[in-house]
């Protein structure tokens, strides 16, 4: 079988703790994530009081990463990858 031509990386504001029990309560397994990313790895902007998830932490190509949220504030920094 052909391996997936995508990586998968959890990268939420929440607290790692809070995130980590959620995750693995879901079934988000080691298999199917790469990595997790929390508010620690996140900028926060202190005029608006919101957390930014700034993709270039991933180290990869940006024109070939996507950030998934429900909050159009966290790809504030990278606006052409958040849906």
Request: net charge negative; hydrophobic share 30%; with cysteine.
């Given at each position: 079988m052909a391996k997936a031509g995508f990586e998968v990386v959890?990268?939420?504001?929440?607290?790692?703790?809070?995130?980590?029990?959620?995750?693995?309560?879901?079934?988000c397994k080691a298999k199917s994530i790469s990595r997790r990313l929390y508010?620690?790895?996140?900028?926060?902007k202190a005029s608006d009081n919101?957390?930014?998830?700034?993709l270039r932490i991933l180290n990869g190509t940006l024109s070939?990463?996507?950030?998934?949220?429900?909050?159009?504030h966290s790809?504030?920094?990278?606006?052409e990858n958040g849906f």
């Open positions: 959890i990268f939420t504001c929440s607290k790692k703790a809070y995130a980590d029990r959620t995750l693995d309560q879901l079934g508010r620690e790895n996140c900028d926060y919101i957390y930014l998830k700034d070939k990463t996507i950030l998934v949220d429900n909050n159009t790809f504030e920094l990278q606006p």
